[in-house]
Protein backbone atom coordinates (compact mmCIF):
# COMPACT_ATOMS: atom_id res chain seq x y z
CA UNK A 1 0.00 0.00 0.00
CA UNK A 2 1.45 2.99 -1.22
CA UNK A 3 -1.01 5.66 1.20
CA UNK A 4 -0.18 7.52 3.44
CA UNK A 5 -2.25 7.48 7.68
CA UNK A 6 -2.19 9.86 9.86
CA UNK A 7 -2.15 9.03 13.78
CA UNK A 8 -1.61 11.13 16.68
CA UNK A 9 1.42 10.00 19.04
CA UNK A 10 1.11 7.41 21.45
CA UNK A 11 2.32 5.90 24.59
CA UNK A 12 3.15 2.26 24.29
CA UNK A 13 0.08 1.84 21.71
CA UNK A 14 -2.19 -1.02 21.12
CA UNK A 15 -2.07 -3.49 18.64
CA UNK A 16 -4.47 -1.45 16.18
CA UNK A 17 -1.67 1.37 16.23
CA UNK A 18 0.93 -0.88 15.31
CA UNK A 19 -0.91 -2.72 12.62
CA UNK A 20 -1.05 0.58 10.92
CA UNK A 21 2.78 1.04 11.45
CA UNK A 22 3.15 -2.29 10.15
CA UNK A 23 0.30 -1.73 7.05
CA UNK A 24 1.51 1.33 5.50
CA UNK A 25 4.27 2.53 3.71
CA UNK A 26 4.38 6.18 4.88
CA UNK A 27 3.45 7.17 8.34
CA UNK A 28 2.85 10.54 9.48
CA UNK A 29 2.63 11.43 13.19
CA UNK A 30 0.34 14.69 13.98
CA UNK A 31 2.84 16.40 16.18
CA UNK A 32 0.61 19.95 16.14
CA UNK A 33 -2.57 19.43 17.55
CA UNK A 34 -4.09 20.09 20.54
CA UNK A 35 -3.54 17.90 23.35
CA UNK A 36 -6.35 15.54 23.92
CA UNK A 37 -7.49 13.78 27.38
CA UNK A 38 -8.38 10.51 27.60
CA UNK A 39 -7.08 8.66 24.80
CA UNK A 40 -3.60 7.28 23.90
CA UNK A 41 -1.59 10.08 23.72
CA UNK A 42 -0.40 9.52 27.38
CA UNK A 43 -2.11 6.53 28.33
CA UNK A 44 -1.56 2.65 27.58
CA UNK A 45 -4.05 -0.50 28.93
CA UNK A 46 -1.99 -3.61 30.02
CA UNK A 47 -3.44 -7.20 31.66
CA UNK A 48 -2.77 -6.74 35.62
CA UNK A 49 -3.80 -9.64 37.67
CA UNK A 50 -7.18 -7.48 38.12
CA UNK A 51 -7.55 -7.41 34.33
CA UNK A 52 -7.18 -4.19 32.44
CA UNK A 53 -5.30 -1.52 34.01
CA UNK A 54 -5.04 1.61 32.81
CA UNK A 55 -1.48 3.56 33.04
CA UNK A 56 -1.72 7.43 32.36
CA UNK A 57 1.46 9.97 32.02
CA UNK A 58 0.45 12.92 33.76
CA UNK A 59 1.02 15.90 32.01
CA UNK A 60 1.36 19.85 32.94
CA UNK A 61 -0.51 22.35 31.31
CA UNK A 62 -0.71 25.73 32.77
CA UNK A 63 -3.24 26.92 29.86
CA UNK A 64 -6.38 25.46 28.04
CA UNK A 65 -4.98 24.43 24.96
CA UNK A 66 -1.13 23.12 24.66
CA UNK A 67 0.20 21.74 21.24
CA UNK A 68 1.11 18.26 21.98
CA UNK A 69 4.61 18.81 20.55
CA UNK A 70 5.10 21.31 23.36
CA UNK A 71 3.11 19.17 25.98
CA UNK A 72 5.04 18.59 29.01
CA UNK A 73 5.57 15.70 31.75
CA UNK A 74 4.54 16.17 35.51
CA UNK A 75 6.83 14.78 37.38
CA UNK A 76 5.02 15.58 40.83
CA UNK A 77 4.52 12.10 41.59
CA UNK A 78 6.31 8.92 40.97
CA UNK A 79 4.57 7.86 37.99
CA UNK A 80 7.95 6.35 36.62
CA UNK A 81 8.12 4.26 39.58
CA UNK A 82 4.41 3.23 39.61
CA UNK A 83 4.28 2.49 35.86
CA UNK A 84 7.57 0.11 35.96
CA UNK A 85 6.21 -1.77 38.89
CA UNK A 86 2.81 -2.20 37.29
CA UNK A 87 4.72 -3.52 33.82
CA UNK A 88 6.66 -5.76 36.30
CA UNK A 89 4.17 -7.16 38.36
CA UNK A 90 1.46 -7.57 34.97
CA UNK A 91 4.20 -9.74 32.99
CA UNK A 92 6.76 -10.99 35.04
CA UNK A 93 5.48 -14.53 34.56
CA UNK A 94 5.03 -14.34 30.87
CA UNK A 95 7.28 -16.13 28.47
CA UNK A 96 9.21 -13.22 26.92
CA UNK A 97 9.66 -10.18 29.90
CA UNK A 98 13.45 -10.93 30.39
CA UNK A 99 13.61 -10.80 26.62
CA UNK A 100 12.27 -6.87 26.51
CA UNK A 101 12.34 -5.63 29.70
CA UNK A 102 15.38 -4.27 29.95
CA UNK A 103 14.48 -2.54 26.07
CA UNK A 104 11.97 -0.25 28.27
CA UNK A 105 13.06 0.04 31.44
CA UNK A 106 15.87 2.70 30.77
CA UNK A 107 13.02 5.07 29.50
CA UNK A 108 11.48 5.05 33.58
CA UNK A 109 14.67 5.31 34.79
CA UNK A 110 15.33 9.29 33.45
CA UNK A 111 12.86 12.44 32.97
CA UNK A 112 11.78 13.44 29.95
CA UNK A 113 10.71 17.01 29.60
CA UNK A 114 7.90 16.62 26.64
CA UNK A 115 5.35 13.62 26.65
CA UNK A 116 5.93 13.85 22.67
CA UNK A 117 9.68 13.17 22.74
CA UNK A 118 9.28 10.56 25.25
CA UNK A 119 6.34 8.48 22.92
CA UNK A 120 8.59 9.06 20.38
CA UNK A 121 11.70 7.52 21.67
CA UNK A 122 10.20 4.66 23.20
CA UNK A 123 8.21 3.57 19.65
CA UNK A 124 11.37 3.08 17.73
CA UNK A 125 12.77 0.76 20.23
CA UNK A 126 9.43 -1.09 20.26
CA UNK A 127 9.76 -1.18 16.19
CA UNK A 128 13.27 -2.44 16.49
CA UNK A 129 12.21 -5.34 18.79
CA UNK A 130 9.43 -5.74 16.04
CA UNK A 131 11.59 -5.08 13.20
CA UNK A 132 9.30 -2.68 11.76
CA UNK A 133 11.06 -0.43 9.51
CA UNK A 134 7.93 1.56 7.95
CA UNK A 135 8.89 5.30 7.38
CA UNK A 136 7.59 7.86 9.81
CA UNK A 137 7.57 11.55 9.94
CA UNK A 138 5.91 14.05 12.17
CA UNK A 139 3.57 17.12 10.86
CA UNK A 140 5.17 20.39 10.19
CA UNK A 141 1.69 21.83 10.48
CA UNK A 142 -1.47 20.79 11.89
CA UNK A 143 -3.31 19.03 9.61
CA UNK A 144 -6.92 20.14 8.41
CA UNK A 145 -9.50 17.99 6.74
CA UNK A 146 -9.02 19.56 3.04
CA UNK A 147 -5.29 18.95 3.65
CA UNK A 148 -6.08 15.03 3.85
CA UNK A 149 -6.90 13.62 -0.01
CA UNK A 150 -4.64 11.11 -0.12
CA UNK A 151 -4.05 10.15 3.70
CA UNK A 152 -6.05 8.01 5.76
CA UNK A 153 -6.88 10.30 9.02
CA UNK A 154 -6.64 7.83 12.18
CA UNK A 155 -6.09 10.39 14.82
CA UNK A 156 -9.27 10.19 16.65
CA UNK A 157 -9.82 6.05 15.30
CA UNK A 158 -7.85 4.49 17.39
CA UNK A 159 -9.45 5.28 21.53
CA UNK A 160 -9.68 3.58 24.20
CA UNK A 161 -12.85 4.17 25.38
CA UNK A 162 -14.98 3.83 22.16
CA UNK A 163 -15.82 1.24 19.84
CA UNK A 164 -12.97 0.29 17.28
CA UNK A 165 -14.05 2.24 13.87
CA UNK A 166 -12.01 0.35 12.02
CA UNK A 167 -13.11 -2.20 9.22
CA UNK A 168 -9.53 -3.71 8.83
CA UNK A 169 -8.43 -4.67 12.12
CA UNK A 170 -9.84 -8.05 13.17
CA UNK A 171 -9.03 -8.84 16.80
CA UNK A 172 -6.88 -12.69 16.72
CA UNK A 173 -6.82 -14.29 19.98
CA UNK A 174 -3.09 -15.16 21.35
CA UNK A 175 -2.19 -16.37 24.93
CA UNK A 176 -1.87 -14.16 27.49
CA UNK A 177 -0.95 -14.51 31.12
CA UNK A 178 -3.96 -13.58 33.15
CA UNK A 179 -6.23 -15.33 30.39
CA UNK A 180 -7.53 -18.30 32.97
CA UNK A 181 -8.91 -15.89 35.16
CA UNK A 182 -10.34 -12.84 33.05
CA UNK A 183 -10.69 -14.37 29.49
CA UNK A 184 -8.59 -12.52 26.47
CA UNK A 185 -8.82 -8.90 26.20
CA UNK A 186 -8.31 -7.64 23.02
CA UNK A 187 -5.80 -4.61 21.70
CA UNK A 188 -4.29 -3.84 24.80
CA UNK A 189 -0.77 -2.44 24.30
CA UNK A 190 1.88 -3.31 22.55
CA UNK A 191 4.04 -4.58 24.80
CA UNK A 192 1.29 -7.12 25.90
CA UNK A 193 1.98 -9.11 22.92
CA UNK A 194 4.96 -8.70 22.82
CA UNK A 195 5.56 -10.26 26.13
CA UNK A 196 3.46 -13.06 25.71
CA UNK A 197 4.57 -13.71 22.07
CA UNK A 198 8.21 -12.66 21.66
CA UNK A 199 9.29 -13.00 18.00
CA UNK A 200 6.11 -14.31 16.94
CA UNK A 201 4.41 -10.84 17.32
CA UNK A 202 5.54 -9.70 13.98
CA UNK A 203 3.29 -12.10 12.89
CA UNK A 204 0.55 -12.04 14.83
CA UNK A 205 0.47 -8.33 14.14
CA UNK A 206 0.17 -9.00 10.36
CA UNK A 207 -2.71 -11.61 11.22
CA UNK A 208 -4.67 -8.61 13.05
Keep these: MSKKILLSTAYLAPIQY ?3 LLKYDSVIIEAHENFIKQTYRNRCIIY ?14 NKKKVIIKDLMIDYSTNWKKLHLKSIESAYKSSPYFEFYFDEIRPFFE ?32 YFFSNDLDEIDDFR ?16 HKYNQVFS ?23 NLLRSH
Design 18 to 20: FTK
Design 48 to 61: GANGDLSLSIPVSK
Design 110 to 141: KNYKFLFDFNTLIQEVILEQLEIETQINYSDN
Design 156 to 171: EKILPKKKILDNEFYI
Design 180 to 202: DKHGFKPNLSIIDLLFNEGPNAI
